[in-house]
Structure formats: structure tokens, C-alpha cells
């Protein structure tokens, strides 16, 4: 089954409506800190997306409804501080189960930053993606208990401890497979290991 996005192109929507489209972290200054797309988006839809998110939901007011239509899918968000959570999510997925589940991931980043703030997302981008992809798999919740998260993201940690050699950059370790953008976010070199010159470098 096939039908129209905003666009006026066919797209398919035969997959069932049961998990996130994509998630976007954004500054009330309409900085992204987060973003993660688990359906699949051409690099042009995703600017789309992001101009979306920066014209229809920054300047609402805080009362205003925090579910939005857009097409073949909705913006369902919530405002935690300086940041929005925005994700968008099937016309026929329940948005209530999903502002609860923006809530259960929020509590995990608490849980770990103890008491989250926009400069954790900043510094420490790799961790928050370890949790969201801890609890959320190709966009769907998998665990919801946010002490086995965060027992599992310690264990990780613990284990890439033991591997690490002495004078090697531990955090670098867990860039590992990070894209070229996001570990320019967290202020690296994308390929570069401290402690490591490697055949050719000096």
C-alpha cells in the first residue's frame, strides 16, 4: 500500500506503525545536540526534517498540543529545560505511548549524567547514543527498565577498561563507529587514537 507524503511523492506504508521514524535533540536556539534516524531518509528529507522542527515547534507556546502532523508522519515532543525531544512517529502509532517514552529515555540520561543537561549532550555525545541505542532498536523500545540500561552501558564501559592499554585515550574508544559529523561534535579527530601514532604518523 502506497500513498503521498508532503512533497506529492509515493512512499510506502505498509510497515507496521509500531516504533520511532527518527529522534532530534534541539536547543530553543534551534541547535541540534542529538539526532538519530531509524527509517531510511535521503540527506535532502532529513535538512527537511530539521527545518521542520525549527518552524513549527521552537516558537510554539508551552501550552500548545505537543503533537504535530506532518504528512505520512507526526512530530510528537517534549520540552525538558533548554532542549526539545522531538520524534516523529506513523500517523497510527499512539502518541501518549510515545510521549512516555521520550520520558523513560529522558530518565536514563538523568540516571547516568545524574540530573542531564544540555553541555552532557554536548561532551558526552557518544554516552547518550549508547543509552538510546540500548533502549531503542531500529526505533523501538526493547528495554524499558532504565537499571538494566544503565547496568549495561557500566558493563561496556568497565570492558573497554580492561582493553584499553595503559596512555591509550579510553573515551576515543568508544567513538568507534560514530559518523565523521558526530565526532567532530565531541571535539576528535574521526580515525585518530591518542597514545596510538600508527604506521605513517609521526
Partial sequence: MTTTDIAGEAVETGKAACGWDFIVLMSRQGKIRLSEFFSSYSESDK???????????????????????????????????????????????????????????VEALDGYF??????????????????LFEMFIGGMLCESNKREVLKAIVEAEELVEEMTKPGEDTASQLDDGLSFQEQFQLGRTPGRRQGNSGPGRR
Avoid at 72 to 97: D, W
Avoid at 126 to 131: N, V
Fill in 47 to 105: 535538512r527537511r526534517i530539521v527545518r521542520d522542527i525549527q518552524a513549527d515547534i521552537l516558537p510554539r507556546a508551552p501550552k500548545m498540543c505537543n503533537i504535530i502532523e506532518k504528512g505520512t508522519y507526526k512530530f510528537v515532543y517534549r520540552r525538558y529545560a533548554s532542549l526539545y525531544f522531538v520524534v516523529g512517529v506513523p500517523q497510527g502509532l499512539n502518541e501518549l505511548i510515545v510521549l512516555e517514552q521520550i520520558h523513560l529515555f
Fill in 114 to 131: 545524574n540530573s542531564v543537561c544540555e553541555l552532557d549532550l554536548v561532551f558526552s555525545l557518544h554516552k547518550s547514543l549508547l543509552i
